[in-house]
């Protein structure tokens, strides 16, 4: 069974518009102003958001427009992988660094950018369990860090017969490489064990934030994730080396005092 956060198939009739479900008057104003939100509260059957915008536990997150996003060759098990392009060329480092090192191996992923209609998809499935229960491992519609088109699924399964997919992923070695290197490579663990916002332990989901403050693109994305990582911090975490205020050079020691005439042995 694949992990939890990973979508299905689209169904043969497509995910229903979300505006189509909103009856309510005024809800285009709400879509316009709110999508992500509005959308959420479209199939969320009654959860609402939060005074910091959070939605069933999860924090808010806009599309990205597809046209803008690059694919990763080779990368994308199902379906080509696309996101953005600085998280591109660290996706294509780090792969390329796995393959080359016996212990990481061919690394593959299953999900990169999803559009806000295929988060939809696949959190307001019909038939599905409660919001809030969908909401432990699938985040509402507007609130994927895979919308923003910095995240990525890597494919990293267990054996079909694994009682605990999220142990048995994280101690395979593909999983044990992704958790030594990905940081290298500007990319950190949303979804740690035992993270505040409690969202299920997501072994296989790492969302790019440059390697340094100062990378391409890495002060955007870390604008985007800012609530997340200041409220919620990942692990493993691209952490930021302490900020040197001033750097003072002591000051040399006095010179040895001359020496005294009456000191003078004859
Ligand atoms: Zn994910």
Redo the contacts with the bound molecule.
């Keep these: 069974m694949p992990p939890p956060?990973?979508p299905q198939p689209p169904r043969a009739s497509g995910a229903a518009p979300v505006a189509r479900r909103v009856a309510l008057p005024g809800a285009a104003l709400i879509l316009a102003v709110l999508p992500g939100a509005a959308l959420a509260q479209a199939c969320a059957t009654g959860a609402g958001i939060a005074a910091d915008g959070r939605v069933l536990g999860h924090l808010p997150y806009g599309d990205i427009d597809a046209a803008t996003l690059v694919e990763v060759p080779g990368f994308g098990l199902r379906a080509p992988c696309r996101v953005r392009a600085e998280v591109a060329a660290d996706l294509a480092r780090l792969v390329a660094a796995a393959a080359a090192d016996p212990a990481g191996g061919t690394l593959r992923g299953v999900?990169c950018h999803r559009s806000m209609a295929r988060q939809s998809g696949v959190f307001c499935r019909e038939g599905a369990t409660e919001a809030a229960d969908r909401a432990i491992s699938v985040a509402p519609p507007g609130h994927?860090?895979?919308t923003s088109g910095y995240?990525?699924?890597f494919a990293v399964r267990p054996s079909p017969n694994c009682p605990d997919v999220e142990a048995c992923m994280a101690i395979l070695p593909a999983a044990r490489w992704l958790r030594a290197n990905a940081p290298r490579y500007g990319f950190e663990l949303?979804f740690p064990p035992g993270n505040g916002q409690g969202v299920k332990w997501?072994p296989?989901?790492w969302r790019w934030v440059g390697t340094r403050a100062d990378a391409p693109g890495a002060a955007a994305a870390r604008f985007v994730f800012a609530a997340a990582r200041r409220r919620f911090p990942a692990d493993p975490a691209i952490v930021a080396p302490p900020r040197v205020v001033a750097t003072i050079t002591p000051p040399a020691p006095p010179p040895p005092p001359p020496p005294s005439p009456g000191n003078h042995r004859r």
């Design positions: 956060c990973h999900s994927s860090e895979h995240a990525v699924d949303s997501e296989w989901h």
